[in-house]
């Protein structure tokens, strides 16, 4: 029998519209999905909190006023450890499953090799989720059902975006365990931004990001340890007019790690979000985009 979808990710994924775009931004949010069905916890050897390890915990919430900037935000419900979108359409561990994979299946990558493909076999902190092997069917049923449609709409809100403004800007939003970003100075990044070292957007783009969160307060790094993954890398296409940029927020700053409970100054970090991205627009409108984004 063909493996099914759970009810519970009825939609996916969620799109929010502004009333019209008015910036060449779109906002993209993989990784906050907390929708844990049923079926999946049962399948799981691990409990929904184990789980959300993973999760990039109320991320959405951080962004969700951005739309007021006049920029198209999306976001799966799906959680990062049922099906990671930050991945190659089919990065999969062969000893997961029972059945052949496809002949194209990526079973090498070093993502896959660290537990952490298409299907994650662990959790963030390393902890094994599936009690026994899945039917390769599920997998690729998974991929079929969630990843491509999600991908799909993506790919479209850009095009939409890039044909509407002459070029398009991805903003690939995230957080972070606090564990991963020490430096050997002993400082906390609270913000990495990632742009595939320079090779998935234009630099004046990341300048100006880094620029006004480091005018509100924050310890902003580029790149090390998260320089961007699959969808950084797949959609940033800089001679095309298509840039992306990853954001990565250090979670300590805005909620508790070991409880997920938000912090109080959880309000004050979404309000710099928007306000960041406000100023990033403003400073990129006029003659300054075609020359130096769309151009470079």
């Known amino acids: 029998m063909r493996p099914v979808i759970a009810d519970e990710f009825d939609p996916p994924y969620i799109v929010v519209e502004p009333s019209g775009q008015t910036a060449p931004f779109v906002f993209n949010v993989p990784h906050a999905g907390a929708v844990y069905p049923a079926s999946f916890l049962a399948e799981s050897r691990l409990d929904a909190m184990a789980l959300r390890r993973s999760e990039d915990a109320f991320v959405d919430e951080l962004f969700a006023s951005t739309v007021e900037l006049g920029t198209p935000l999306m976001t799966a419900r799906f959680p990062r450890a049922y099906l990671d979108?930050?991945?190659e359409p089919y990065e999969l561990d062969s000893r997961m499953f029972d059945?052949?994979?496809?002949?194209?299946?990526?079973?090498?990558?070093?993502?896959?090799?660290?537990?952490?493909?298409?299907?994650?076999?662990?959790?963030?902190d390393g902890q094994e989720i599936y009690r026994g092997r899945l039917p390769v069917e599920e997998a690729l049923h998974r991929i079929e059902?969630?990843?491509?449609?999600?991908?799909?709409?993506?790919?479209?809100?850009?095009r939409r975006t890039s044909q509407s403004f002459g070029h398009a800007i991805l903003i690939d939003c995230h957080s972070m365990?606090?564990?991963?970003?020490?430096?050997?100075?002993?400082?906390?990044?609270?913000?990495?931004?990632?742009?595939r070292y320079g090779t998935s957007c234009a630099v004046i783009l990341i300048d100006l990001v880094e620029a006004a969160l480091r005018g509100r307060g924050y310890t902003v790094?580029?790149?090390?340890?998260?320089?961007?993954?699959?969808?950084?890398?797949?959609?940033?296409?800089?001679?095309?007019?298509?840039?992306?940029?990853q954001i990565e927020i250090n979670r300590a700053i805005y909620m508790d790690e070991r409880t997920l409970q938000k912090k109080p100054r959880f309000a004050t970090v979404a309000a710099d979000m928007t306000e960041t991205f406000a100023q990033v627009i403003a400073e990129l409108s006029g003659d300054l985009m075609p020359r130096q984004i769309a151009a470079e």
Do not use: C
């Open 85 to 87: 979108l930050n991945r």
């Open 99 to 124: 059945g052949r994979l496809p002949p194209f299946a990526n079973t090498r990558s070093m993502r896959v090799a660290g537990g952490l493909g298409t299907i994650p076999r662990i959790v963030a």
């Open 145 to 158: 059902w969630l990843y491509k449609p999600y991908h799909r709409v993506l790919r479209q809100m850009i």
């Open 177 to 195: 365990p606090s564990s991963s970003v020490s430096r050997e100075d002993g400082a906390k990044a609270d913000i990495v931004l990632g742009d």
């Open 221 to 245: 790094v580029r790149n090390k340890p998260y320089a961007g993954g699959f969808i950084t890398e797949h959609y940033g296409e800089p001679a095309l007019g298509r840039h992306a940029l």
